[in-house]
């Protein structure tokens, strides 16, 4: 009897101690959305085609990340069945297989978009030094001030995709692995 109480209660403080986690990382997750949301909000293009290209990536890359974070905590909000101020809405089914794998294509789209952003900042990096080396050695004071402001705006938008790609992978690797657990999970609920 010992022993089952045991089982019993190690399994219980797993399941809580699993729930506790996915709780923290829910929030995590709404941490790095709120950041990569005021970075694409105060995000502005540099009027320069491959500069804004690298910054227009990754303004939508972060904008799937945005949306698939809501979805995921929807979702999970959904599958777990979670309560709001103690009362279960019953109306509220559970997301299928099917929602959770279109969740993880979802996802798979942002990483597409993280790569192209990625790709593409070795080329923008390379066009805003040569801006700013242009600016630097503008002789006419009219022409350089007008190449510092042109300056000024692209290493604006390379300082953006520098400080939103990090959260955008960090946000990415989260959501692949709490989807790729929950999809394992209910795969194999139905094989019991």
Known sequence: MKKILFAALAFMTFGFASAQTIKEDLTKSQERAAKLQKLVDGYQASGNANIDGYGNSVREAAALAISNSEQLENLYKRQIGETVDGVTDVTVKKPTLDEWVNLSTSITGEGA??????????????????????ASSEKNPMKAAKAAKAAKAATSVVEFGNEATPILLEE????????????????SGSNL
């Not at 978009?113 to 242009?134: P, R």
């Not at 990415?172 to 795969?187: M, P, R």
Request: no cysteine.
């Open 172 to 187: 990415s690797a989260a959501q692949v692995k709490a989807v790729g657990e929950i999809i394992k999970t209910l795969q």
């Open 113 to 134: 978009k993280i790569k192209e952003a990625t790709d593409k900042a070795k080329d923008a990096g390379e066009e805003v030094k040569n801006i700013t080396q242009s």
